[in-house]
């Protein structure tokens, strides 16, 4: 039973590394398709979220083009100006909150397409190591078989040139 088990858990881990490189494609297919949907949602959410903070915003100008309130001393321009900052920031924060689940896949979709491309170029370099020392190996048979039979008959067995 146990070993079972253990079975399954070695084959399934060498079909994850077999197919590793498709998986993460797919998991880029996914995670971009989630970064689109999340950004369509977050782009609809958006003026709901911003229309406080635009509400403060106007008044605060308002406020600050108003001259009366100003030499009346009800509007302070320096604290004003604080205030604006300190709004501008806030609705940064919100912003970048509603759209950090669609940041989050998007960077996830990237580094799936970027971790398949390096397993791929490795499969690639590895392949193309084992054609090489392949090729080596074949050329020194053909001069062994040159050296011990000549280049006329190592020709015909090249061929496969039989006499009839």
Known sequence: MLNNIKLTISKTG????KHSAELLV???????????VTAIISTKKLDKTLK??????????KDLKDN?????GEVVIK????ELTTTYLKAGLKVFNLYLRSTILFATSCSCILGSHYIQKNRNLALA????ALEKSYNSYRNRVKEKYG????????????PE
């Open 68 to 72: 009366n309130k100003i030499q009346n």
């Open 52 to 61: 406080p903070f635009n509400d403060k915003i106007d008044s605060i100008r």
């Open 14 to 17: 060498f079909w994850f590394r």
């Open 151 to 162: 280049e006329e008959k190592e020709e015909e067995i090249y061929k496969d040139i039989r």
């Open 129 to 132: 190591a084992m054609y090489s």
């Open 79 to 82: 604290e004003s100006k604080k």
């Open 26 to 36: 797919a998991g880029a297919i996914v995670s971009g398709d989630g970064a689109i």
